[in-house]
């Protein structure tokens, strides 16, 4: 069974720039979430999908955040503009039952 | 709101001894606690979880042991390796609210 892959694994972009992440969840699996871990500091919630659905935004920082998951299959997270305080690596993750998640290996973004 | 607090944030062992990483968490309602372990460069792979209705679990290798009482979560790992080397977080969740993790422990095994 193939795991949660994201791409890229690495994005270096200027501020104001716009960056897209995408994320694939082991197949079968309707939830879906993204997560953020800041330099130092730790993982920290954006949100979580249940099939196409937002069940829960509560993380997420502002509005230059936008995720979607069109078809409840794959999931994009795109920054519009992008800031220097976005840098940090961003997981996704995937759950079958909302109980055991399931991470991919991230996507570290660099703001300069 | 949960917080999840680190008691250390590294933690150096010799190769065969048992290593204890702990956790401390402030929400007296969550129920279901799990422990991830992040080598470089990759994410967080589940290791072992425990739901409030218990106060211990064992894994291969592994046990977790929570303390409702104190609010406190451990994670042992006997005959700790080489390969053990690596980050360890800690996570919490109430019900169904999101995962709130511990900023992590680095356990370094030395040979």
């Known amino acids: 069974e193939a795991g949660v892959t994201q791409f890229p694994s690495h994005s270096v972009i200027e501020k104001g720039q716009t960056v897209t992440l995408r994320c694939d969840p082991i197949s079968g699996h309707d939830n879906l979430y993204w997560y953020r871990r800041v330099m130092g500091k730790e993982i920290k919630f954006l949100l979580h999908?249940?099939?196409?659905?937002?069940?829960?935004e509560s993380g997420m920082p502002n509005n230059r955040f936008l995720a979607e998951r069109t078809g409840g299959t794959y999931s994009t997270l795109k920054v519009q503009p992008a800031e220097l305080e976005d840098s940090g690596v961003y997981f996704c993750?995937?759950?079958?039952?909302?109980?055991?998640?399931?991470f991919g290996p991230g996507t570290r973004l660099t703001v300069t | 709101g949960e917080s999840v607090g680190l008691h250390l944030p590294t933690l150096s062992v010799q190769e065969g001894d048992n290593s204890i990483i702990n956790c401390a968490y402030s929400n007296s309602a969550s129920d279901y606690f799990i422990w991830y372990k992040q080598e470089s460069g990759k994410g967080p792979q589940f290791i072992i979880d425990i739901r409030s209705n218990m106060d211990k679990r064992q894994g291969q290798r592994v046990t977790v042991l929570l303390n409702k009482t104190v609010k406190h979560l451990s994670l042992q790992i006997a005959a700790t390796q080489p390969g053990d080397s690596a980050v360890y977080f800690c996570a919490v969740q109430s019900g169904n609210t999101p995962l709130v993790f511990g900023k992590g422990t680095r356990l370094s095994v030395i040979a």
């Open positions: 999908f249940v099939k196409e659905s937002k069940q829960d």
């Open positions: 993750a995937s759950s079958r039952t909302g109980d055991e998640q399931y």
